[in-house]
């Protein structure tokens, strides 16, 4: 049996709440994804990228 790698992002992140004209709920889950990672103590280019949300967190 094989298994493909796995990791997780241990930590927090949140957008401000209400109204966010002009982004996009990728934008929105880049943001929340940046602030996770930071609260895990990690930095994006320690993460493997594969989602859009994923790929915005990292610009």
Same mark, same amino acid.
Do not use: C, Q, Y
């Given at each position: 049996?094989?298994?493909?790698? !796995?990791? =997780?992002?241990?930590?927090? +992140?949140? #957008?401000?709440?209400?109204?966010?004209?002009?982004?996009? &709920?990728?934008?929105?889950?880049?943001?929340?994804? !940046?602030? =996770?990672?930071?609260?895990? +103590?990690? #930095?994006?280019?320690?993460?493997?990228?594969?989602?859009? &949300?994923?790929?915005?967190?990292?610009?």
């Amino acid at each position: 049996m094989t298994t493909s790698p !796995r990791a =997780a992002v241990v930590g927090v +992140g949140t #957008t401000t709440f209400g109204r966010l004209p002009g982004l996009s &709920a990728d934008d929105l889950g880049g943001w929340a994804l !940046r602030e =996770a990672i930071a609260d895990a +103590g990690l #930095t994006p280019a320690a993460s493997t990228v594969s989602s859009p &949300a994923a790929s915005a967190a990292t610009k």
